[in-house]
């Protein structure tokens, strides 16, 4: 078993930097001490938070139950015919430097998600997404540990039941699974995804025509650095909401009052930017006490020092009903308010 602590301050372990404490906090290396955990939770009747990274968290002040810190590492990878590799990755390895290896080792596929804060076993928690490429189009399938039997269990792609920021792991079955790794499928060809226009016009600019998956790599984490708060400088968990998804008469709608509404065709419905409507109703830059919007991108939330959860809730659902009386959508929390 691996040291348990007791009343730890969880404020650099989250990326809004909130002043939380863990009643109980424990970080695992190994499957065997997440086993440990998880029974000693069990015994204590304990609840548990698996955290990562914490960037995708607004944690209250006080944490009950038992903290886990997932730390299992490792990388292992194994070819797949001529093109193709499989990858896999411990949940507690940190997602950019792994993108940074696959890289270097010549596997194409998720290099849009460059620079997305936190590890990999909470990428599959809400599909993570970026610039046209979501998590599963480079997944192959995750093993996860039963909290409830105890069992590790293979899930394949269908049984993840990922969404757009979601998946079975986020909303049919919270808190139950612990991902212990995850594999991926990647190309051994360069296949760059470029649907996203600021890519395509950013390339165009550093006058490259044929693009390897390195400069994409590098034009996504130069966009990202110019728009989005750095949470070591500014507390924030990036998207503070999910951009809505509304009908194609709805849109029609608001198109018609709000030429122009910043939307794109999503099967047979239409998402809206989220950041847009904030913005519109104006949020932007908006500061109160010590939380706000921040200037250059209103659908980041940001803490500016000594905020609170319970601040920034009171901030978030003032948001959400002005967006809602103005264009009549409900913007959804994107990270995990805990405890909820
Ligand atoms: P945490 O915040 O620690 O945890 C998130 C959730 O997953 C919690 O419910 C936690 O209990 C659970 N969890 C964590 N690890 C495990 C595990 N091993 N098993 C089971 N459950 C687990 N997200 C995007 O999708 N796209 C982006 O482009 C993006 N950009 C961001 C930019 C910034 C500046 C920031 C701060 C955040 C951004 N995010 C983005 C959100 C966040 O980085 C991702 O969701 C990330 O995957 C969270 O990883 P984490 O390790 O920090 O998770
Ligand atoms: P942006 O480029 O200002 O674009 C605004 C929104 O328009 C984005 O949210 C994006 O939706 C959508 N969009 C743009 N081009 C699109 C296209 N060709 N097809 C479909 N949708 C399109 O956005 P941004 O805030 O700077 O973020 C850039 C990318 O990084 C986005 O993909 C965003 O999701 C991702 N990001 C995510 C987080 C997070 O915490 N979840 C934080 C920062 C950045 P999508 O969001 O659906 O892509």
């Known amino acids: 078993m691996s040291k348990l602590e007791h009343n ?145 269990r293979r899930f394949s792609r269908e049984e993840c039941c990922f969404g757009y920021r979601d998946s079975y792991f986020k909303s049919a079955a919270p808190g139950r699974y612990i991902i212990v790794d995850v594999s991926f499928s990647l190309s051994l060809q360069p296949r760059p995804v470029l649907r996203y226009q600021v890519l ?39 998207s503070f909401f999910k951009n809505p998804l509304i009908s194609e008469t709805h849109y029609a709608d608001l198109q018609r009052q709000y030429p122009a509404l910043v939307a794109y065709p999503a099967g047979k419905d239409y998402k809206l930017a989220a950041g847009w409507l904030i913005e519109q109703c104006g949020w932007k830059g908006h500061t109160r006490g010590s939380v706000g919007v921040y200037a250059r991108q209103a659908l980041v939330l940001v803490n500016l020092g000594t905020g609170t959860a319970s601040e920034l809730m009171l901030l978030a659902d003032e948001i959400v009903q002005s967006v809602e009386a103005r264009f009549g959508v409900t913007l959804e929390m994107e990270p995990r308010l805990y405890p909820a």
Not at 205 to 219: N, Y
Request: include cysteine; hydrophobic fraction near 45%.
């Open 200 to 238: 395509v016009d950013e390339l165009q600019a550093r006058g490259i025509e044929q693009p390897h998956p390195r400069d994409l790599f590098e034009v996504v984490c130069d966009i990202r650095r110019s728009k989005l708060p750095d949470p070591v400088a500014v507390g924030n968990a990036g």
């Open 8 to 152: 730890v301050d969880l404020s650099r372990y989250n990326s809004f930097g909130f002043a939380a404490r863990a009643e109980n906090f424990v970080r695992v290396e190994s499957l065997v001490q997440l086993q440990d955990a998880v029974v000693l939770a069990r015994q204590n009747r304990w609840p548990m938070l698996v955290l990562g990274g914490g960037s995708n968290l607004v944690l209250r002040e006080r944490v009950p139950g038992l903290v886990i810190q997932m730390g299992i590492v490792g990388r292992q990878a194994q070819p797949v015919g001529r093109d193709e590799v499989l990858v896999t990755l411990g949940a507690g390895e940190i997602w950019h430097p792994s993108l940074i290896w696959m890289l270097d080792q010549g596997y194409y596929g998720l290099e849009n998600l460059a620079l997305i804060p936190g590890t990999v076993g909470a990428a599959p928690m809400q599909n993570i997404g970026a610039y046209g490429v979501e998590l599963e189009q480079g997944f192959n399938s995750l093993q996860a540990l039963d909290t409830e039997t105890g069992v590790l």
